[in-house]
T-cell receptor, first 115, second 111 residues
Framework: ETGVTQTPRHLVMGMTNKKSLKCEQHLGHNAMYWYKQSAKKPLELMFV???????ENNSVPSRFSPECPNSSHLFLHLHTLQPEDSALYLC??????????????FGSGTQLSVL | EDQVTQSPEALRLQEGESSSLNCSYTVSGLRGLFWYRQDPGKGPEFLFTLYSAGEEKEKERLKATLTKKESFLHITAPKPEDSATYLCAVQGVNYGQNFVFGPGTRLSVLP
C-alpha cells in the first residue's frame, strides 16, 4: 500500500463506548496530524506529532486521546463521546513538519457517528 | 486572528463554462497558501502551493494565482470530473506547520 491509510472507514458508537481510530502512512514522513471535519465547517486541527512527539494539542477535550508509537502509526482513542463529536476524522502526514512549507497528505478519513 | 474565507460556497457550471473560485485570507506573515481538492468520501488531495504575491501555478484546467489578500483558482473549460470541493489553506510564519483552512467551495460541473 502507498499513501495514508485510515481504518475503519465508518464507525458508529454509543456515548459510553470506547473505540480507536488507526492511521498508517507509507511515505516515510516524520509529522502526523489528526483533523476533524464537520459539515460546512473548515478543517479543525486536533493534534500534531513531530518525530513521535506531540507538538500541538489544539484545546481538544480529553475524551479524545492520541497515541503515536512510531513515525508511521497514529491512533485516536475515543471514549464517552458526545453526539456533536460526529464528524469525518482525517489523518494527514507531512515530510518534516515544524517551520517548513509542507504540503499535507491525507487519508480517506473515518466517518464517525455518535448515537 | 488569522482567517480564511472562500466564495462562493457552491458553484454550478455547465461543461466548458470557465469560472473562478476565490480565497480571501488574513494572516500575520504568509509562509504559503495551499489549494486542495476533496472528493466525496475522501480526504483532501494537494493541488498547489503559492508563496508570494504575483505567483501563478497551473495544472491541466486549473490555474492558481496569488495577491497579498486573496488567491483565485481559475477553472478553464471544466469537465464533470472536476466536480469536487476545493479547499484553500494558509500557513503563517508564526505557526510552523499549523495550517488554517477555509470552508471550501463545492463545485458541480454538469455535462
Amino acid at each position: 500500500e502507498t499513501g495514508v491509510t485510515q481504518t475503519p472507514r465508518h464507525l458508529v458508537m454509543g456515548m459510553t463506548n470506547k473505540k480507536s481510530l488507526k492511521c498508517e502512512q507509507h511515505l516515510g514522513h516524520n509529522a502526523m496530524y489528526w483533523y476533524k471535519q464537520s459539515a460546512k465547517k473548515p478543517l479543525e486541527l486536533m493534534f500534531v506529532y513531530n518525530f513521535k512527539e506531540q507538538t500541538e494539542n489544539n484545546s481538544v477535550p480529553s475524551r479524545f486521546s492520541p497515541e503515536c508509537p512510531n513515525s508511521s502509526h497514529l491512533f485516536l482513542h475515543l471514549h464517552t463521546l458526545q453526539p456533536e463529536d460526529s464528524a469525518l476524522y482525517l489523518c494527514a502526514s507531512s515530510q518534516e513538519g515544524q517551520g517548513t512549507n509542507e504540503k499535507l497528505f491525507f487519508g480517506s478519513g473515518t466517518q464517525l457517528s455518535v448515537l | 486572528e488569522d482567517q480564511v474565507t472562500q466564495s462562493p460556497e457552491a458553484l454550478r457550471l455547465q461543461e466548458g463554462e470557465s469560472s473562478s473560485l476565490n480565497c480571501s485570507y488574513t494572516v500575520s506573515g504568509l509562509r504559503g497558501l495551499f489549494w486542495y481538492r476533496q472528493d466525496p468520501g475522501k480526504g483532501p488531495e494537494f493541488l498547489f502551493t503559492l508563496y508570494s504575491a504575483g505567483e501563478e501555478k497551473e495544472k491541466e484546467r486549473l490555474k492558481a494565482t496569488l495577491t497579498k489578500k486573496e488567491s483565485f483558482l481559475h477553472i478553464t473549460a471544466p469537465k464533470p470530473e472536476d466536480s469536487a470541493t476545493y479547499l484553500c489553506a494558509v500557513q503563517g510564519v508564526n505557526y510552523g506547520q499549523n495550517f488554517v483552512f477555509g470552508p471550501g467551495t463545492r463545485l458541480s460541473v454538469l455535462p
